[in-house]
Structures are given as structure tokens and as C-alpha cells.
């Protein structure tokens, strides 16, 4: 590595010096940098062959503007970007990294060990507040491609602030704070990636793959299963279409449950066992990289910070949990998964029913009133308040419901300050 106190652009290669484990000069003149134990964290954790440094001025205003306040550790969203695909193992624009952003401290020692657990998903790089960025690769030329990479970035996100004319946290007119909060329960559309994204792109690829997936899993026990479950409720249903469907099917002595199904998808109606049914066929599509969930660019960066401040998440979505599980596993930010504790669909009964929420809080052993939920839809948070939780109404682009004053509305996951 180079030595401190020399010009980095400047080292000859006879000037570098061979430190070892601890840290300690094997080889050469001259002092190990003080960042020493984090470049050697970089090397173990990351399996890194080359780690670079840089304080250029878009790196560094950044990592002050996002710096964690009460948290050890804050993100920097960046996605959507042609640049994106110059770091390893990203093939697309419609990606999502987030940079680690860690709190500037003298001592080096905690510094690292505060950066380790997040070092093995961050994308070959951090940011440090007020000290600039790390970036780090396989080799050095690796490392230089992606600290080009990610300093273009950055440049480009700084600039993009300054096109806005305000930044971010200056947007924010009102932080909206909540109390003696434990359980954060989520729902998904209109909520954390855009409503538009089931009704354009999930419910269509559905109705387009349904009749080939259950030919090809037509034997399949689960299917057979979910299959008859929707052979049920159609024959309990009250909807006098859904009837007259029925009879014309029995009196032809054919399996019209499809038609059915297709009807249901139609009228947008939430049955579980079509809800799941979907949750199959979509997995296909997420497995093969057709489908990504496209998250809200605040939400992976909020769901970090409340997990790792110790609030447990929660899903509570018409979907099936199949489909939920799948939308953040394979979402534009990766896999989420792991951030949620809990996973809720309507089998535990309608969102617009008050006992659906009081289950979910017993499930969760918790009283209600530890329980945030934020929705979209005023029904759903109208029972929620019923069951005694605190309640958040979601107004993000492209939602239908937004002049709502029973409920604090909220845009931004930004503007929520949550505390126990």
C-alpha cells in the first residue's frame, strides 16, 4: 500500500510498503495509513485484490449530506442509470445499488468494525462523512474501473440535486414522527414500489402465462390443489355473472375453472387461491430476470435503517406471501428478504376487515398500538385504526386515493421518524 503522507498520485512503485494482518510494516519505508484496519476489512470481507481512496468533492458533500444522524450507518440510493453496468455483476440500468454511508470516527478500529456487516452487499464501495469514497475490486484495474464508476455516479446524483434546485432533505416540509413503535407492518403497492407495476406489468403476465402453466402443472399436487380450492368459491359465489358462468360450465359437464380464473383477473378480484396460483407463474418471470420489483427509492434505505435499529417489518398485501416474497427477493435494490420478520396475505383475512389486524397483531404478540401500518387505500387504513394500530396514509405517484384527512399522509419513508 502507499504510505502516508506521500502523494498518492504521484508513488513510485519502490515507494509502496508491505504491511501485514495486524496492520504492521512488513516492507519497505515510511508509516501504514491510519485507514489501514478498514482497507484491511475491505480485503478480508470483500475478498478484495485492490482498494482505492479518493476525496473528490461530489464524494465528499455527499457523505455529509446523507450522513446517519441517530444510526451508525445511512445509505445513498443511486438507480436507473446506463453507468450502473460498469460494476461488476450488474447487466442492467434498472438497478438499484446503495452505498454505505458511515459516520466519520478517529477511531479506525470501530470505524471497521461498524462497516464490516454491511461491507459483503455494498457495491464495491462506501462512503465515509466528510472523508470521501473507498472503492474496491478483484484487481487493480478492476478497482479503478469501479471507482471511475461509482465518482461519475456520485457526480452525476450531486448535480442532479443541484438541477432540482434543493435537495432532498430540504424537501422534506414535515417529518412525521411516530411513538412507542415496535412492528412496522407494509403494504406493497401504492406503497413501496408503484401500483402501476401489478395493474401494467404483473397482473398481465399472469393472464398471458395462465393457461400454458396449468397445462404444464397440470399434475402437480400444489396446483391440483389451489385448483379446487378456486373450484369452491366459485360455486359459493354470489355474483349472479359468476353464477350464471357456472351453470352454463356444469351443463356442458367441462372444467371451466379457467374461465373462471380469467374472469377473476378481469374484475381484479382477490381470491387466495388465484393469488397464488399467480405467485407461480410470476416466480418464473423473476427467475428469469423478466420480472424485478421496482422499489421506491427511499424504501430499501429506510427498511435497512429500521431493521437495524431493531424494529421488526412486517407484509401485509392482497398478494399472495409467494408473490410478496418474490417481489423483493428479485427487486431493483436485490434481495430484501431477510429485512422482514413477517409475511401476511389475505388468508389471515380481508385488509378492509379490523379482525384481520387484530390477528396479525396477536400473531405478532404485540399490542396494536405498537403496530404502524401504512397503506394506500383509506379502507384498509380505516380498519387498521378500528384494531387499535397507528396508521399512515401512502401518497406516491400514480396512487388514486390522495385527498384523505382522517390519516397524516406520508410520501417518503424519508420523512418518518419512528422511536420505540
Avoid at 396449468?214 to 355473472?241: F, G, I, M, T, Y
Avoid at 416474497?325 to 436485490?334: A, E, I, N, V
Avoid at 384498509?380 to 399512515?392: K, T
Amino acid at each position: 500500500m502507499a504510505p502516508s503522507g506521500v502523494d498518492k498520485g504521484s508513488v513510485a512503485p519502490e515507494q509502496l510498503i508491505v504491511v501485514n494482518a495486524a496492520g504492521a510494516v512488513q516492507k519497505g519505508n515510511g508509516r501504514a495509513s491510519a485507514e489501514t484496519s478498514l482497507h484491511l476489512a475491505l480485503v478480508e470481507t470483500c475478498e478484495a485484490g485492490a482498494v482505492l481512496h479518493t476525496h473528490s468533492q461530489a464524494g465528499t458533500l455527499l457523505s455529509q449530506h446523507y450522513a446517519p444522524t441517530k444510526a451508525s450507518i445511512a445509505f445513498l440510493v443511486l438507480q436507473g442509470l446506463e453507468m450502473l453496468k460498469g460494476l461488476e455483476g450488474v447487466a442492467t440500468h434498472a438497478t438499484c445499488i446503495s452505498i454505505p454511508v458511515l459516520g466519520n470516527d478517529q477511531d479506525l478500529a470501530r470505524l471497521s468494525s461498524t462497516a464490516e456487516p454491511h461491507l459483503v452487499e455494498a457495491p464495491y464501495g462506501l462512503l465515509i462523512a466528510g472523508h470521501g469514497l473507498y472503492a474496491w475490486g478483484k484487481n487493480l484495474t478492476t478497482a479503478h474501473r469501479h471507482l471511475e464508476i461509482l465518482e461519475f455516479l456520485l457526480e452525476q446524483h450531486w448535480r442532479q440535486l443541484l438541477l432540482k434546485g434543493i435537495s432532498p432533505k430540504q424537501q422534506s416540509k414535515n417529518v412525521v414522527s411516530r411513538h412507542g413503535i415496535s412492528h412496522v407492518l407494509l403494504d406493497i403497492e401504492g406503497t413501496t414500489c408503484p401500483v402501476s407495476f401489478v395493474s401494467e406489468t404483473l397482473f398481465p403476465y399472469a393472464a398471458k402465462h395462465l393457461d400454458s402453466f396449468l397445462n404444464e402443472q397440470k399434475k402437480n399436487p400444489q396446483v391440483k390443489s389451489l385448483l379446487s380450492e378456486a373450484e369452491r368459491n366459485w360455486a359459493d359465489d354470489p355474483d349472479p355473472e359468476a353464477q350464471s358462468m357456472h351453470q352454463q360450465i356444469k351443463s356442458e359437464e367441462s372444467d371451466g375453472v379457467l374461465s373462471y380464473l380469467h374472469w377473476l383477473i378481469s374484475k381484479d378480484r382477490k381470491l387466495a387461491p388465484l393469488k397464488e396460483l399467480q405467485g407461480l407463474i410470476w416466480e418464473t418471470g423473476y427467475r428469469t430476470g423478466t420480472l424485478k420489483g421496482p422499489l421506491f427509492e427511499d424504501v430499501p434505505v429506510a427498511l435497512r435503517q429500521w431493521h437495524k435499529a431493531g424494529l421488526q417489518l412486517a407484509v401485509y398485501s392482497s398478494g399472495s406471501v409467494t408473490a410478496q416474497q418474490l417481489l423483493y427477493g428479485y427487486s431493483t435494490c436485490g434481495d430484501l428478504r431477510g429485512l422482514f420478520a413477517h409475511w401476511f396475505d389475505t388468508r389471515v383475512g380481508s385488509k378492509r376487515d379490523q379482525r384481520s389486524y387484530i390477528k396479525i397483531a396477536k400473531t405478532l404478540h404485540v399490542p396494536s398500538h405498537q403496530v404502524l401500518f401504512v397503506s394506500d387505500t383509506l379502507t384498509e387504513c380505516e380498519a387498521a385504526a378500528a384494531s387499535g394500530m397507528q396508521v399512515l396514509f401512502s401518497i406516491r405517484p400514480g396512487n388514486s386515493e390522495k385527498a384523505v384527512d382522517r390519516f397524516e399522509r406520508i410520501s417518503s419513508f424519508q420523512d418518518l421518524e419512528l422511536n420505540p
